[in-house]
């Protein structure tokens, strides 16, 4: 079974179908850059742009960076423009894609779920968590593989500040900071959600997952065992797929 998944993040938009059965990606994805501001209307453009390379007619399940609920209500956007708050997500992308069906998911707990069903997190009961290095930090928190959704855990204060300000991989890049200095950030950010979950596993997603060999053994002092993610920044469009298909 097939179902196209997009990941919509705060710096791009990428999407491919999927194949259900195995979490794969069955084409290469399309990317296209978020647009700045990243209103609804520019958004769903960018959206339109991706299912529209592949030539879909089909379902589409779509994740967004922030808090939703309702089914596709937009709460929260902290990384995108301030006009998607209270936006109905579902009915906007249905009308951009003529009339296609769409699902409207938490990106970090879409690519958590994915993760829970192919990847890292594969049979593992207690508390799992995976958190999204990106243009912010998204998080996915499972309780005996149970999502409980729209966790946000990127918004934790730390040191006075958004955890997100000081440990995503935009924070790294705009910083200009070495993959040490950057793994010392990312420690304190981890021990203090361990200090509040105890969870068992940590899974590391989002674009630098592929990059894990430069900066985990950097990161000490963690009880819980820290994997990267297994479907790196695919892991998404996977769950938004899954999502879409009612498999989560």
Not at 194 to 217: C, Q, T, Y
């Amino acid at each position: 079974m097939q179902i196209f998944g997009v990941d919509i993040g705060g710096s791009g938009i990428k999407g491919a179908p999927v194949d259900l059965d195995k979490g794969d990606l069955t084409q290469e994805r399309c990317k296209v850059l978020t647009p700045h501001p990243a209103t609804p209307d520019g958004v769903a453009d960018g959206v339109k742009e991706v299912v529209e390379h592949f030539g879909w007619t089909g379902p589409v399940g779509l994740t967004f960076p922030g808090v939703v609920t309702g089914g596709a209500t937009i709460r929260t956007a902290a990384n995108v423009d301030k006009s998607w708050i209270d936006k109905d997500a579902g009915a906007l992308f249905a009308e951009r894609l003529g009339g296609l069906p769409v699902t409207v998911v938490n990106d970090a707990d879409a690519a958590g779920v994915a993760e829970m069903h192919f990847g890292a997190g594969q049979g593992r009961k207690g508390t799992v968590i995976l958190l999204t290095f990106g243009t912010g930090i998204g998080s996915a928190l499972f309780v005996n593989g149970i999502l409980v959704p729209n966790t946000e855990l990127g918004h934790l204060e730390l040191n006075g500040h958004d955890a997100e300000k000081k440990a995503s991989s935009k924070a790294k890049e705009d910083g200009e900071l070495t993959w040490e200095h950057w793994a010392h950030r990312v420690q304190k950010y981890l021990a203090h959600v361990e200090m509040l979950f105890s969870p068992e596993l940590f899974i590391i997603g989002g674009g630098v997952s592929r990059k894990a060999d430069k900066f985990l053994h950097f990161i000490e002092d963690i009880k819980a065992e820290i994997v990267p993610a297994q479907l790196q920044n695919n892991a998404g469009i996977v769950g938004a797929a899954m999502h879409a298909a009612g498999d989560d």
